[in-house]
Every structure is written in C-alpha cells, then in structure tokens.
C-alpha cells in the first residue's frame, strides 16, 4: 500500500513540475478569499485517484477537492489525499508545496507519504515501522529548550479566521523560541518536524488532509502530535500542535488557552488579554463583530465554541506585544 501511494505521489508531482515551468499559464479559480485552486490541483488529484483506484477499487476516497465523490462510501480503507498543499505558494512561484496521501484504516492513520516536487523529496511512514526521508531513517530534534528551538505555524488567512487570537498566540511563542517560521505549506511543516528540520508546529484551521500524512510522520519519528490542548483526537479538531516529547508539552501549555476546547477560565484570560491589547482596540474587518459584545465564559467542555472578542474601553496596555 506504501509503494501504491508513493507511485501516486510521484506520479501527482511529476504534474506539478511540468505546470511550474510555466506557472503563469495555470489557470486559478478562487474557492473562498485567499483560498485558491488550480487546474493543477484537479489533474493532480485525479491522477492520484486513478492509482490508487486502480490498485485498491474498493478503498475509499477523502480528498480535498473532490470530497467523497470517487472510492467506496462504507469501506474501513480511506485514503486522505490533498493533491498539492500550498496552492498559494505555488501559483506565485515560491517552491514549497507538497503532496500528501495517507491510508486511514477505521479512522486511524496507517500509512503516509509527503512528496517535495521540488526537492524530490518523499517523506514515508508504515505504522509501527518508523518515518523515513528518502530511504533514510528520520528522528524528531533532540532539543529540549524551548528557547533553543525553531518553530513553523501557518498565519491565518481566510474570512473569519481570529486574526487577533492568534496574534497573541504568535506573539508568544516568538517571545519564547528562537525563531518562528511560516512555509506555507502544513503537511510538509510535519515532514518537516519529523526529520529534524524543525523542532515544532502549530496551526489553528486545518482540515484532515492537511494533517493526516503527517501526523503519521511525526509519531513514527518519535514525537507527539495533538490539539492546543493535547489531546491526541484532533484529526478533526481544526488545530494541531506538534514537536518532539519534551517541545510538545511546552507548546501546549503555550497554546492551550487559545484552544477552542480551552476550559471557561482560559477563555476568559485569553478574552482579557485581547482586551487589554492595541489590536483590540482596531475595528473588526466584519461589521457583525464590531457588534458583537464580549460572549460571557462558557462551561468547561470539549464542545464549547470559540470565545469572540468584543470591543472594550480598556487602555491599552503598554507592554502588549501587539
């Protein structure tokens, strides 16, 4: 099945090599504002599902342009495919970007690959097997000290993404590390983690396959993965935080207060804090949040919504890092 799905990959990033010698003659179709795909995504996704269909025709199919339109509905086999993440990044010529494709077996990640078009780089993992780069075996960074380590996030970018939250969240963990980066491209930010590269990641807004092969990378690379507050069902969560052991605690106990599944007093000094910062003090892009007032602590639960932050006459604070 790993062979299967590395043949599918190659075959998706021989497709995107031949579109990126001439990126200004791909046609872009825009889903929502800054969220973009590409004739590209569609033939590399179509090839893709045509190998692996052709091999398993009674696995599933989830993938990010098609959904579940290909593949069996009720099978326990589903690959989870995203034909080139970090659209963006490649419609502007920027080479990172990847493919990624992973088989869920009853909803657990058993096989993964992220291939690097532009490097030729294939990022491998079997479940219980290990992670490797390339046929080389791969471990996650052996540092400890958060202020040692170099962490890679995503920004947020699409309308209604909390801009503010994250900034505070940003702000943080800069103030924390020794540098923060932002690719553009989640799932070989995990590869990425996985071989060393980086010790740490962090993103809110995901979808299933931005992080399913990836996933599977960094915990056959001996580190951990799971939600802004730890827990390891996040697969469908919308965030994700990763690092080697001793990196992922100290992220989480960072992050855990922005997460949506926060308990009420986290929310709430999360609330404050955006309160008390100049940022809050800006106009909200969207009218209805200008309206909105502060919501009040909610009960400590895995279902509780994201706390919006309202407008507020507090000063701003002169130490606010933002």
Sequence with gaps: MLNVAIKAARAAGAIINRAALDVEAVRVSVKQTNDFVTEVDQAAEAAIIETLLSAYPGHGILAEESGSEHGAKDSDYVWIIDPLDG????????????????????????????????????????????????????????????????????????????????????????????????PGAAALDLAYVAAGFSDGFFEANLKPWDVAAGSLLVTEAGGLIGNFTGEADFMDHGECVAGNPRVYGQLVATLGKYSKFAGAGDKAVVRQALQDTPAAQEPEE?????????????????????????????????????
């Design 87 to 182: 659209t963006t990044n490649f419609i502007h010529g920027f080479p990172v970007y990847c493919v990624s494709i992973a088989l869920a077996v009853k909803g657990k990640v058993e096989q993964a690959v992220v291939y690097d078009p532009t490097r030729n780089d294939i990022f491998c993992a079997t479940k219980g097997r290990g992670a490797y780069m390339n046929d080389r075996r791969i471990r996650v960074a052996k540092r400890t000290r958060l202020q040692e380590c170099l962490i890679s996030t995503g920004f947020p970018y699409r309308p209604g993404d909390k801009l503010k939250a994250y900034l505070n969240m940003l702000g943080e963990v800069m103030s924390q590390t020794a540098g923060v980066r932002r």
């Design 286 to 322: 969207g009218a209805e949040d200008n309206a909105a007032p502060a919501a009040p602590a909610e009960k400590p639960t895995l279902k509780a919504k994201r706390i919006k932050a309202g407008e507020s006459a507090a000063p701003k604070a002169p130490d606010a890092p933002f």
